[in-house]
C-alpha cells in the first residue's frame, strides 16, 4: 500500500486514529488539522498565570471505552489513564447530604448494581423493581422514544431517575431526559453495566495533550504520517488523494461540503477554579444532585498535582442557561459552598470554558452522497449508536481504516 496516499481531514482523536491504522497498514497519510495543534475537543491550552496545562474540559471514560483502551495500549499511554476499582458514584444533595452508589465487586455486577441502589438514601424495593423493568426492556426500544418516555413507562420512581438515570443521560448523552434517544441510552446501560471491569469510570491522569495528543502524535510521526497543521480544507476538490476520509464532527462535514442543513448540537460549560487553601472533597468526582453544577472533579488530585494551587473543575453538561458568566460562577460557588458546609476564600483564578458545540446529539442521520474514494466518519451518531465521545471517535477512525482498505482490496 506504500504507493496509494490516503488524506485524512481533521486532527481530533477521530483523525488521528484513522491516520495511525492507515499508515501501520503501510498508506502514505496526510492528516489536515484547520487548528495550529492537534486533539480536537480533546485540547489543552498552558495557563502562565497557574503555571499549568488546563483542558478545556476534564474527559471521563468508562471501562467499556474498549476501543479507547486498546489504542493507548497502542501507543504506550495507558499509564495516563487511572481507573476506579469498582464503581463508585460519589452524590450529594441538600436533603441527604453525601452517599456513594457503590457496585460490591464481589456480586455478579447486575446484583450488586441493584443491591447499591436499594441501599442508597431514600430508596426501597420500588427503585429495585424499576430496575428490573429497566433491564427486561432495554432491548426493544424504539427509534422515536426519548429517555423520559421510556422512564414513564416503566413507572420509574422520581428517585431513582434523579439520583443515577439523569445524572447518567446527562454524563454520556449530554442531552436531557426529555430529548436523548431511549435506544442509544439502552445501549449505553447495556455496555457499561455488563460486567465489573465495563462499570468503573476512569479518567485522565494527565491533561489531555500530554496524556493522548502527544502519544498519539510522536506515533503518528514515527510511522512517518505527514502532518498539516494550520491547513483547512475547503473543498474535495483541494485533494488528489487515491481516498480521502472526513474526520469532522457533522456541522464541519456539512460546511466543508457545502450542505446546507442544521445539526443538533450540545453545549458543555466548565468552570474552572483555583484555590490558594486547601478544599477536603468526599471523592474526586463529586455529582452534585438539584444544582446548577452538575460534577465537581478535583483536578489537582486527578492529576497528582499537590503542590499548586487547588485546581476545581465544575462540570455543567447540555448546558443551555442563559446566564451570564458571572452570575454562573457566584451560583456554581455558592452550591459548593452549601455541599462543602464552609466559606470559601475567593479563588485565586477563574476560568470559564463554554464549549457551545461540545457533542453532536444522537439523531437520525441521512448518508451523505459521496464520490466512492471518499470515507465519512466524523461524529454523526445514530440512534441505537454510541453517542458522541472518545469512544466513539476510536471506533470511528479504525473503522474509516478498514473501509479504505476494504475498496483498495476491492479495486486492486
Ligand atoms: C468540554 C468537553 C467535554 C467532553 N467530555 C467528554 C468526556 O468526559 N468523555 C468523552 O468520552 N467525551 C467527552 N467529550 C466529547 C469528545 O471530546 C469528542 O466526542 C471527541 O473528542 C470528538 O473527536 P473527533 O475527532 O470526532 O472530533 P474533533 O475533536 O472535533 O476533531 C475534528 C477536527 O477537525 C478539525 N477541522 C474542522 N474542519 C476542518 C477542515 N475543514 N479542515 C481541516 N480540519 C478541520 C477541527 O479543528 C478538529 O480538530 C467532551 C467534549 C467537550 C468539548
Redesign the pocket.
Known amino acids: 500500500m506504500q504507493s496509494k496516499r490516503v488524506a485524512v ?9 484513522a491516520a495511525l491504522r492507515l499508515a501501520e497498514s503501510g498508506y502514505h497519510v496526510d492528516l ?4 495550529p495543534a ?6 489543552s491550552f498552558y495557563d502562565e498565570e497557574v503555571d499549568e496545562w488546563v ?7 468508562v471501562g467499556a ?1 474498549h476501543a ?1 483502551l486498546k489504542l493507548l495500549e497502542d501507543i504506550d499511554a495507558t499509564q495516563y489513564a487511572s481507573w476506579q476499582s469498582s464503581l463508585t458514584l460519589s452524590l450529594w444533595d441538600e436533603q441527604r447530604g453525601f452517599f456513594d452508589l457503590k457496585a460490591a465487586s464481589w456480586l455478579p455486577v447486575n446484583i450488586a448494581l441493584i443491591w447499591a441502589v436499594y441501599r442508597l438514601p431514600g430508596h426501597d424495593f420500588s427503585s429495585v423493581k424499576a430496575m428490573l423493568r429497566l433491564a427486561m426492556t432495554m432491548h426493544n426500544r424504539n427509534e422515536e422514544q426519548t429517555v423520559q418516555q421510556w422512564m414513564h413507562e416503566i413507572a420509574a420512581p422520581k428517585r431513582l431517575v434523579e439520583d443515577m438515570l439523569e445524572v447518567l443521560c446527562l ?2 448523552m ?1 442531552e436531557p431526559m426529555n430529548t436523548a434517544k431511549a435506544k442509544t441510552f439502552a445501549l449505553v446501560l447495556a455496555l457499561s453495566f455488563s460486567s465489573h471491569r465495563n462499570a468503573k469510570m476512569g479518567w485522565f491522569n494527565q491533561p489531555l495533550s500530554q496524556a493522548l495528543v502527544a502519544p498519539l502524535a510522536d506515533k503518528l510521526r514515527s510511522l512517518g504520517v505527514n502532518i498539516e497543521l494550520r ?4 473543498s474535495l476538490d483541494d485533494l488528489n488523494h487515491d481516498s480521502i476520509v472526513l ?3 457533522a456541522f ?2 456539512n ?2 461540503l457545502g450542505i446546507n442543513e442544521d445539526v443538533a448540537t450540545q453545549a ?3 468552570i474552572h477554579l483555583w484555590f490558594e487553601d486547601k478544599i477536603e472533597l468526599p471523592n474526586i468526582m463529586q455529582g452534585m444532585l438539584g444544582t446548577y453544577g452538575q460534577w465537581l472533579f478535583d483536578v489537582s488530585a486527578m492529576t497528582n498535582q499537590e503542590n499548586k494551587l487547588q485546581h476545581l473543575c465544575v ?1 455543567i ?1 447540555a448546558d443551555e442557561s442563559e446566564k451570564s458568566q458571572g452570575e454562573l460562577i457566584a451560583l456554581v460557588l455558592s452550591e459548593i459552598e452549601t455541599m462543602l458546609a464552609v466559606k470559601l476564600t475567593q479563588p485565586k483564578k477563574v476560568r470559564f ?1 463554554r ?1 457551545k ?4 446529539l444522537v439523531r437520525a442521520f441521512e448518508d451523505v452522497d459521496l464520490p466512492s474514494h471518499v470515507f465519512d466518519v ?2 454523526a451518531p445514530q440512534i441505537g449508536e454510541l453517542p ?6 476510536v471506533k ?2 479504525e473503522k474509516s481504516a478498514q473501509m479504505v482498505h476494504l475498496s483498495h482490496e476491492k479495486s486492486a
Do not use: C, Q, W
Open positions: 481531514v481533521g486532527g481530533g482523536v477521530a483523525g488521528m486514529t489536515f488539522e484547520s487548528a492537534l486533539g480536537g475537543r480533546t485540547k483542558d478545556n474540559g476534564p474527559h471521563a471514560m471505552y479507547t454524563g454520556v449530554n491547513s483547512s480544507i475547503r474526520a469532522l464532527p464541519a462535514r460546511r466543508l458543555i460549560t466548565n462540570i453538561s470554558i464549549e458545540r461540545a457533542t453532536v466524523g461524529e458522541a465521545t472518545i469512544e466513539l471517535a470511528a477512525g
